[in-house]
């Protein structure tokens, strides 16, 4: 008699996984998607403030707005997460008042993104059976949101260089 698989995931299995891919997308390639040197955060590193403050053409965002952007997004979900209340968000505010940034104000947008991350990883850390109505679903957001802007980023970064 053939032995019965189980048809769910154990959850440990599924949230080494999941660190695994956040942790290559933010901070430390290991070999799943991306190539070295290419995190968000080291990408980030390698930016002045005057890239970020520049836009490929008039109506896309500057590398500033699309960090800001997703650093915004890193909060929403984390309280989305932890709260269940899905709040209404001017989602378009950023992407309408970030343009040119001082070094100060970039570096201070790269240390929101660091702290957001932070707080986001505590919150999925911190799930121990993954059952809440949002858990899956917002973090796998956060994954999928940011790989997206961080190929926007590099795109961008790859567009102004070419053309200076």
């Known amino acids: 008699m053939e032995?019965?698989?189980?048809?769910?995931?154990?959850?440990?299995?599924?949230?080494?996984?999941?660190?695994?891919?956040?942790?290559?997308?933010?901070?430390?390639?290991r070999g799943i998607y991306l190539d070295k040197g290419t995190t968000l955060f080291e990408t980030l590193e390698g930016v002045s403030a005057m890239e970020a403050s520049r836009a490929i053409s008039a109506n896309s965002a500057t590398i500033a707005a699309q960090v800001e952007h997703a650093r915004f997004y890193l909060?929403?979900?984390?309280?989305?997460?932890?709260?269940?209340?899905?709040?209404?968000?001017?989602?378009?505010?950023?992407?309408?008042?970030v343009r040119e940034v001082t070094p100060e104000q970039w570096e201070d947008i790269k240390e929101r993104l660091r702290q957001s991350h932070a707080k986001a990883?505590?919150?999925?850390?911190?799930?121990?059976?993954?059952?809440?109505?949002?858990?899956?679903?917002?973090?796998?957001?956060?994954?999928?949101?940011?790989?997206?802007?961080?190929?926007?980023?590099?795109?961008?970064?790859?567009?102004?260089?070419?053309?200076?």
Not at 83 to 97: A, H, L, P, S, V
């Open 3 to 29: 032995a019965k698989m189980s048809a769910q995931i154990p959850v440990e299995r599924f949230k080494k996984a999941l660190l695994l891919c956040l942790q290559e997308t933010f901070s430390n390639v």
């Open 75 to 97: 909060d929403v979900l984390d309280d989305f997460m932890r709260t269940g209340i899905d709040k209404q968000n001017n989602w378009r505010e950023i992407w309408e008042t």
């Open 121 to 164: 990883l505590a919150t999925i850390n911190s799930f121990e059976r993954w059952d809440g109505k949002y858990d899956i679903v917002g973090a796998l957001s956060i994954l999928v949101h940011t790989a997206y802007h961080l190929g926007g980023i590099r795109l961008t970064l790859g567009a102004i260089r070419a053309g200076a």
